[in-house]
């Protein structure tokens, strides 16, 4: 709805998210913005399908609901490193390994860049207001470290270059 505020067409504006590794046949979100024309939104559903992606439509809003799902995860995950709960090893073997999930919240977070997810859990943090979607403090510091994850060779893991 914001980006759509700043064109000057702003009927033909359609969000959308994707959130890495991003496979080439997959799910991707769409959001409408308040100014969406429906037309805008079928070609942009269009598009997508021909790029083998299954469209789904979703509110808009931070993070829509991939990334502000997996964002939350990776933050709480954060804050029982921060806390001393567990290593980033056993927080990423026990949501793997316990709840089936593919990567690690901590992988996870690496992959997707810390700097993005401290960025995903802002916007929620600024627009909800709720503590829930507050950044841990572990996060800004490590964003600010510039530890970013895989692209500067150092997370809640490090990396070797290539």
Not at 40 to 67: K, M, N, S, T, Y
Not at 79 to 89: D, H, I, K, N, T
Request: proline share 6%; hydrophobic share 45%; with cysteine.
């Amino acid at each position: 709805t914001h980006a759509a505020a700043w064109t000057k067409r702003p009927g033909r504006v359609v969000g959308f998210g994707v959130l890495p590794p991003v496979p080439d046949e997959g799910i991707i979100e769409l959001a409408s913005a308040l100014q969406t024309d429906e037309s805008a939104l079928v070609q942009a559903e269009l598009f997508w399908r021909g790029l083998g992606q299954e469209p789904i439509v979703v509110a808009d809003g931070p993070g829509l609901v991939r990334a502000r799902t997996v964002c939350c995860l990776i933050n709480e995950a954060s804050s029982l490193l921060m806390e001393g709960v567990a290593s980033a090893e056993d927080i990423d073997k026990a949501m793997r390994l316990g709840m089936n999930y593919p990567l690690g919240p901590l992988a996870w977070a690496d992959i997707i860049g810390l700097d993005a997810v401290l960025g995903v859990m802002t916007g929620l943090f600024e627009e909800w207001g709720d503590d829930r979607y507050r950044p841990t403090p572990l996060l800004r510091r490590m964003v600010a470290a510039n530890m970013l994850g895989q692209k500067t060779g150092r997370g809640f893991f490090a990396y070797e270059s290539e």
